[in-house]
């Protein structure tokens, strides 16, 4: 059976689930779409670089794209087919900015590519473990997308004692999570055994919100037997967050600035713990992935097994099309996802959720002055004074802000949803954080500037030192070689000399 945690953590919010749109709905397959479009910018580090070319005919699970650098994963194409353009294509993202993607237009099979057999996963290695989850491009599908592989390995190497595995989904709508523990659960257990083994963790806990009984029930059920405890936690927004996650299960707090690996831990999502499954056991790369479509402009929400590339669109019509006109599209959760405007931009790896909310769902009051009633204080799942930071922000004060702990913040919207004057506080967060990346980036690049300066001004006064040292060097050379050339003279003079005078003096004897 599964266990209530007896931990809490401060803060945090109760919006409207809205989960009964879609968690009851069985899951559906969309429609192959004609074409696919796969961004290689789709997790966190730098960009996949393609291994194809434009014209070439590839399977399903095929590598289109490889990873660069430490931080990077792979990319395979999610169906078979040819490959018709390597360019720019819009992204997932409030800007509607193009990224670098591959078009693949299907051929209609679906085909896999031959894959062997990988065997028993649990006599791999964990170094074999973390190199097969890299090669088959697993990133964290709760919607970080930080390469798996990376994870696994800074984690074994940082001696990671628990393992958790966040089944929360604590954003309204999403159902994903939800429906794959209910669907999916021995896949999902085992994926996560395999991460356990991956890492050498001695304690492997499940955090699963307590309004999902029947996902629960069935992971209880799949855990039978095996080192995954499975606990129930409060339903409470933002109980998916890795750093509340943590504390609810645990009791331990993550530090100031700090990651979950430094006191010990390693967050993994459910859906992730899957995917390493399907790679480890099945030996198929990452190339779908649950997707939850709602919202009250959406006429059939439900959850959808999607390819990677998949238009927005192409999901919106596989449940019926809208039934209202949508007043905001969003990738992810109404909380912390991405706002887009073009219903043709793809779903990749990280996307959990695509939703078409209508006016009354998003409601838009105006910003009224803080009334300083510090409810955001009391909301603020990191223990944060929001109001203060807020008008440190305002009044241009980034410094003051940060002392206050701006960096900590998580950007959950808590404050924002819980504000009774409607200030749009996470606003104005995310704004002082870009700014002050953005002048960590100006003094990063004035700092390498100054230090290219200044090794320019060594080089040259090398450079000048050492034709200084050459010049005097080639000075000692010549004045040496014409001292030794005029006494080579003068010796030669004194020996003809002295060659006269004996030929004198025996002249005289004579």
Known sequence: MSFLSRFKFRGGVHPEGRKDLSADMPVRVPTLPECLFV?????????????????????????????????????????????????????????????????????????????????????FSAEEVAARVGAAGIVG????????????????????????????ECEPYLTCDDRLMRDRAPEVILGIRLISHAVGAREVLVGIEDNKPEAIA????????????????????????????????????????????????????????????????????????????SGGAVAAPGNLEVLIGTPAQALFETCGGFKDTPARLVMGGPMMGQQFTNPLVPVIKGTSGVLALTAAEIGQPQPAPCIRCSTCVRACPVGLLPLEMAAHIRTGDLG???????????????????CPAHIPLVHYFNYAKGDLA?????????????????????????????????????????????????????????????????????????
């Open 39 to 123: 961004s290689l910018q789709q997790h966190i580090g730098a960009p996949a670089s393609p291994v194809i070319q434009v014209g070439d005919k590839v399977s399903k699970g095929q590598r289109i794209a490889a990873s660069q650098g430490a931080v990077s994963a792979p990319v395979h194409a999610p169906t078979s087919g040819r490959i018709i353009a390597i360019g720019d294509y819009p992204a997932p993202h409030p800007s509607g900015l193009p990224v670098p993607t591959i078009t693949i237009e299907s051929d209609g099979e679906d085909r896999w590519m031959d894959i062997a057999s990988p065997g028993d996963p649990f006599a």
């Open 141 to 168: 599908l709760g919607g970080a997308a930080f390469p798996a592989a990376v994870k696994l390995n800074v984690s074994r190497r940082g001696g990671v004692t628990t393992l958790i595995m966040n089944g929360g």
């Open 400 to 418: 003051g802000a940060v002392d206050l702990g701006l960096k900590d913040c998580i950007a959950c919207g808590s404050c924002s949803y819980v």
């Open 438 to 510: 953005a002048k960590e980036r100006a003094k990063l690049k004035q700092d390498a500037t100054k230090k290219l300066a200044e090794e320019r001004t060594a080089r040259m006064e090398r450079i000048a030192r050492e034709r200084e040292e050459a010049a005097k060097a080639r000075a000692a050379k010549k004045a040496a070689q014409e001292a030794a050339k005029k006494a080579a003279a003068e010796a030669a003079a004194r020996e003809k000399a002295e060659k006269e005078q004996s030929g004198k003096e025996q002249a005289e004897a004579l």
């Open 218 to 293: 069935a992971m209880t059920a799949a855990a039978q037997g095996s080192e995954v405890k499975v606990l129930a936690v409060p339903a409470m927004y933002p109980m998916g967050s890795e750093k509340q996650l943590i504390q609810a299960l645990t009791g331990k707090e993550v530090p100031a600035g700090g990651r979950a690996a430094d006191i010990g831990m390693l967050v993994h999502n459910v859906g992730t713990a899957y995917a390493v499954a399907q790679s480890l056991n099945l030996g198929r790369p990452l190339v779908s992935r649950l997707v939850t479509v």
